[in-house]
């Protein structure tokens, strides 16, 4: 496993392996607990009090890549939700069904050493430290699973684009508002180091207020840092985006011009940056 990528079990279309917990080696761990070392040091006064809660509660720590079937019992118990194992990327089709079963699809394997900066595909720590502690929260992980319900809809209609925009400027590199300062939920960002400062305290970004319609109007950026970040309130917001019907706002979306992420509108509603303060006093 780890480097070499296993071929799913023949004949199985949800495309789930073995995680292979045991064939992880020191190396693998290794670059587990850097990764995770400088994260979590990182993201004390950054993530949002619902990630870092999420990450204690399923005890996911710096010595080792956990094992799914452990995080997943946990997980379950609280929201519903478990992990499978995946070789990597899957179709479309594939991941909306696990997420509206309430199954997060995690790669099993992790970066090399040369990677720790980053990694265009995701890997385990991206997807386990990044994506399953918010898996914790309730009202995130109706949200996931209505995303899984939708996307399977949008791809049926074809429109699976304006979704998947949904997903990256929310679930991947969302900021949250609380308090009067941005906080960090969003996979993409707590598992980069550059991100993670850069999106709440560089004066380049624009951090607009969440509006879906606006979300999904919006472009984005696969390799390199995000030119706009979208701000809930609550993660409440989220679950609202989806439950409509979305076929009309699609049709409502094909007459608007599409927006370049650095592209602002008289609509939005603008934040600032935080004021950089040492992490240790909020923590
Ligand atoms: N597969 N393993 C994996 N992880 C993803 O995040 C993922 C995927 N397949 C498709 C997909 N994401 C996209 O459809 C979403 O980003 C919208
Ligand atoms: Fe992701």
Redesign the pocket.
Known sequence: MAETRENPTPGRDDHVIAQGWSRYTGEHHAIWRALFERQSRLLVGRASRQFLGGLEGLGVAAEAIPEFERLSDILEAATGWRIVA?P?????D???RHLAGRRF?A?NWIRKPEQMDYIQE?DVFH?VFGHVPLLMNPAFADYMAAYGKA?LAADAQGE?HY??RL??YTVEFGLMRSSGRLFIYGSGIVSSRAESVYCLESPIPARVAFDPMRVMRTAYKIDDLQAIYFVIERFEDLFRALDRDLAPCYAALGGKAELEPGRLIATDRLFGPNVTIDAKEVA
């Open positions: 995946v990597g990327l899957v179709p479309d594939v991941f909306f699809p790669t995701p997807d996307g699976l979704l998947a997903y990256w």
